[in-house]
């Protein structure tokens, strides 16, 4: 049972940057392979997938609204999945979710929250202009 904990939200003035955290318990890198995702939901909005990355080679998937904004890495010795947020806009105001899930990151599928398994309960992220 792979579990996940996020941290590292909080309230940033609009150009600033936040890193999160997603500390995965369960589990390590070497056991099997994860598409592990960061996703967001902000009051009235659907789920959107923001970024990804596959243990199995490290390749990595962004949304285009945070492309050029945002990056997603992994400390395989902390098994803790991370989101550097930079550049930090209003409309990235969210609560920010942690996923991971026994599938390829690739054809898309890292941008549905269905083929997650295990996810995180949040951290809020709030930009203000």
């Known amino acids: 049972q792979v579990q996940l904990a996020e941290s590292g939200g909080g309230s940033v003035q609009a150009g600033g940057s936040l890193r999160l955290s997603c500390a995965a318990s369960g589990y390590t890198y070497s056991n099997f392979q994860l598409c592990m995702g960061w996703f967001r939901q902000a009051p009235g909005k659907e789920r959107e997938g923001v970024a990804a990355l596959y243990t199995g080679n490290g390749r990595t998937y962004y949304a285009d609204s945070v492309k050029g904004r945002f990056i997603v890495s992994r400390d395989n010795d902390k098994n803790t999945l991370y989101l550097q947020m930079n550049s930090l806009k209003p409309e990235d105001t969210a609560m920010y979710y942690c996923?991971?899930?026994?599938?390829?990151?690739?054809?898309?599928?890292w941008g549905s929250g269905r083929y997650y398994t295990y996810w995180g309960q949040g951290t809020q992220v709030t930009v203000s202009s």
């Open positions: 996923a991971a899930g026994k599938v390829v990151c690739s054809g898309g599928y």
